[in-house]
């Protein structure tokens, strides 16, 4: 397919930057967690349940329905497998915090599926993959270790995590000064990232983007949907239900794009899928962060006691 002879310019030192970049956002996030976060989400598993539930089961699940349906080219199906194997994006506690949303279950189901994610996403990229004809033939000509994936992923996201939180044990004080100057430097960084990759692959984006942006955007689309319709289903209240669909909604694409580059030689399709994936989710995520900013969960609430009274 011609789309996967593009040549990306991505080489080992930006891989590497990239692997620093991930670390360094996940580092950020930690030093705004404490072990009571997670113990929270214990106290009260349900909500954080359902998010896990939708993250690494559901959307996987929908998106091989949705590539069954559409039959994209095997590598843009593969990308798209791969970017819903991922955990929430670091991006998504900043954006519930705006959205009115419950800030406190975003940050937990953030880590957990940070932690998850580790064994998660090879699995669920594997086996997804593995189910649908196309993909499994690319599958079988890349030489993946699962075993180093987990590695790769492990010291990009879990290491960081443990190092912040240890700060953030020992060293309060700083944790409290240095996490929201991180947390907006390390997202400014990814986005300058993103938009320096895009335009130094500038003719290659924009003459194949077309085969990928409708698919992402459904996708995501479908992403949200899935986190705050499952929510809204199993009775979850409307903060919580904000939170979870922004978790589930905004995917980490720079891991992604560090995969593909690690394991799959940066192939065209599945390379755009991510980078596209990088861009759309902030502005979807904005715009709904911003929508429902306006509407207080209590508000609607009392709209919903009122119509079932």
Known sequence: MGIDTIQINFNETALLIMNI????IMFGVALDLQVSDFKRSLKT???ALIGFACQFLLLPAITFVLV???QPIPSIALGLFLVAACPGGNLSNFLTHYAKGNTPLSIS????STVLAIVMTPLNTMFWASLYGPTKEIMTSFSISVVDMFTTIFFMLGLPLIIGMYIRKKFPKFAARFNQIMMKLSIVIFVLFVVIMVANNFDAFINNVGAVVWVVILQNLL????????SRALKVNERDRRAIAIEVGIQNSGLGLVLIFTFFGGLGGMALVAAMWGIWHIISGLAI???WSRRAPEAIVTVQQEVQA
Do not use: E
Request: aromatic content about 16%; glycine content about 8%; proline content about 8%.
């Open 21 to 24: 970049v991930i670390g360094f």
């Open 45 to 47: 598993p349900k909500p």
């Open 68 to 70: 069954s349906i559409i």
């Open 109 to 112: 189901m953030s880590a957990i």
């Open 223 to 230: 992403a949200i949907c899935i986190g705050y319709f499952s």
């Open 289 to 291: 962060a911003t929508f």
